[in-house]
């Protein structure tokens, strides 16, 4: 199961994997200024999307009930996740019309209140072998669902093309079992999520020649 994780938590992960992605050695030193401002940085970017997720539980409160949305603080960001069986039929990729209104509603958040987050759209599917649908595998088809959705914001939803992405990763990201018709089920689904900003972090010759107070190195 995906972690749930506090606001602290959320903050050293990211500030951590922006050094990651840097893929250069970094000082932190006491009170740099620098570090000080990402972290404020960081957090303010997370009360803004705990507001988001406040907002987005209220307007999907039936559909959180009936099991057809969950939503969660996860390491990579506010995740919202669908059911597929509720947007598409068995093997297809084509959105319900009646699925459209709940997209409407997360699309409505994501267009007003965070609007300089960027969204990764992830497909997904259980472990069964595609027989009959026409697909290649499930690569293509949770590929194929994810960028479904992913037009389904960008056309006239005030969605920027810019700020999306999708992925389909198959059956390689189960939550649950695919030994239950329940955990095949929960591992058929659509994530939306919203994506911290990694701030840039200082490559080693610049940080070096700030005055030295150093607290350790980190690869």
């Known amino acids: ?63 959180i009930q009936d099991k057809q949305v969950r939503l969660e603080m996860a390491e990579k960001g506010l995740v919202i996740t669908f059911v597929a069986d509720i947007l598409f039929d068995s093997g297809k990729a084509k959105i319900k019309p009646e699925a459209m209104p709940i997209l409407d509603k997360v699309a409505r958040v994501l267009s007003e209140n965070l609007v300089d987050f960027k969204i990764g759209i992830e497909g997904h599917t259980d472990n069964q072998p595609i027989k009959y649908s026409g697909w290649k595998s499930n690569w293509e088809l949770s590929t194929a669902r994810a960028l479904s959705v992913l037009h389904y914001l960008s056309d006239g939803k005030g969605i920027a093309e810019t700020r999306l992405s999708a992925t389909g990763y198959g059956e390689h990201h189960p939550v649950a079992s695919n030994d239950t018709k329940d955990g095949m089920q929960l591992n058929r689904r659509v994530e939306i999520v919203v994506l911290p900003k990694i701030a840039k972090v200082k490559k080693q010759e610049e940080v070096t020649k700030e005055p030295a107070k150093t607290e350790g190195y980190y690869k």
């Open 1 to 63: 199961m995906r972690q749930k994780i506090s606001k602290s938590a959320f903050i050293i992960f990211i500030f951590v994997m922006s050094i990651t992605l840097s893929g250069c050695t970094i000082i932190f030193q006491r009170g740099r200024r620098s570090d000080v401002e990402k972290i404020g940085e960081l957090s303010s970017q997370l009360d803004e999307l705990m507001s988001a997720r406040n907002l987005l539980a209220d307007r999907l409160k039936q559909e």
